[in-house]
C-alpha cells in the first residue's frame, strides 16, 4: 500500500464548477499536510498548508482528518488556469516529505 | 535572484555511463533535497542533506551517489546509469527553521534519458 493515495483522476469539470479532491495517508504519525501544485512539464510548489482545523485561502479550502487519516481540497468557482495536477503531500520525520501521484484536474471553458 | 537552479535540464545518456546532475541554491538553505518523478509514482526521495557534509538515504537511493561540501550545491551522480533511471530529477530545499509546516521549493527539474 502507498503510503499517501489520491485518485489520479482527470476531474473534467466546467468553468465554475467545484470539485473535490481526497487523498488519504497510512502513517498515523505523520505531522504536516500540504497540497502542492504542478503544472504541465513544471516543478511543483506549494499551494497551502493543511491545518488541523481547516483552511481557506480565496477559492481554495483544505480540509484535516486526522482521525480518519484524509485530506480534502475544495476548488470553488474553478478557472481555467486551475488546470493542473494537484499533489498530496504528508510530512513525517524531520523534513522528508511523502507525496502522492497526484490528481489531474482538467477546467474546461 | 535565481533561487534553486538544476543543470542540465534534458541530458540523454547511454547505458554504463556515469552522469552528474546538479543542484545550485543561492538562499543558504540547510535542508537539499533530490526527487524522481516517474508515472504513477509521483515523486520519490532518492537522497536529502540537512547541512554540508550530512547526507541520508531517501526511499529510492541504489544507484546512486550524493555529496554536499559547500551549502550551496548538491550534486547528485549516477554511478552507471540504466534504463530504469530514465525519469525526471527535481532538487528542492527547504529553510530547516523549527516549524512543521517549512515549504519545500524545487528547481525546474532536470529530464534525464537513459539509452
Known amino acids: 500500500r502507498k503510503e499517501v493515495e489520491q485518485d489520479p483522476g482527470p476531474f473534467n469539470v466546467p468553468e465554475g464548477a467545484t470539485v473535490a479532491f481526497n487523498c488519504t495517508y497510512s502513517?498515523?504519525?505523520?505531522?504536516?499536510f500540504f497540497w502542492y501544485r504542478q503544472d504541465c512539464r513544471k516543478e511543483p510548489k506549494l499551494l497551502m498548508s493543511v491545518y488541523s482545523s481547516g483552511n481557506e485561502d480565496g477559492r481554495f479550502t483544505a480540509q484535516l482528518n486526522r482521525a480518519s487519516q484524509y485530506i480534502s481540497l475544495l476548488i470553488r468557482d474553478s478557472k481555467l488556469s486551475d488546470s493542473a495536477t494537484y499533489l498530496c503531500?504528508?510530512?513525517?520525520?524531520?523534513?522528508?516529505?511523502?507525496f502522492g501521484a497526484g490528481t489531474i484536474l482538467r477546467v474546461k471553458s | 535572484d535565481a533561487g534553486i537552479t538544476q543543470s542540465p535540464r534534458y541530458k540523454i545518456t547511454e547505458t554504463g555511463r556515469q552522469v552528474t546532475l546538479m543542484c545550485h541554491q543561492t538562499w543558504s538553505h540547510s535542508y537539499m533535497f533530490w526527487y524522481r518523478q516517474d508515472l504513477g509514482h509521483g515523486l520519490r526521495l532518492i537522497y536529502y542533506s540537512a547541512a554540508a557534509d550530512i547526507t541520508d538515504k531517501g526511499e529510492v537511493p541504489d544507484g546512486y551517489v550524493v555529496s554536499r561540501s559547500k551549502t550551496e550545491n548538491f550534486p547528485l551522480t549516477l554511478e552507471s546509469a540504466t534504463r530504469s533511471q530514465t525519469s525526471v530529477y527535481f532538487c528542492?530545499?527547504?529553510?530547516?527553521?523549527?516549524?512543521?509546516?517549512?515549504?519545500?521549493?524545487f528547481g525546474p527539474g532536470t529530464r534525464l534519458t537513459v539509452l
Open positions: 502513517n498515523s504519525a505523520s505531522q504536516s
Open positions: 528542492a530545499t527547504t529553510s530547516g527553521r523549527l516549524s512543521s509546516y517549512n515549504e519545500q521549493f
Open positions: 503531500v504528508v510530512k513525517g520525520y524531520g523534513n522528508k516529505l511523502v
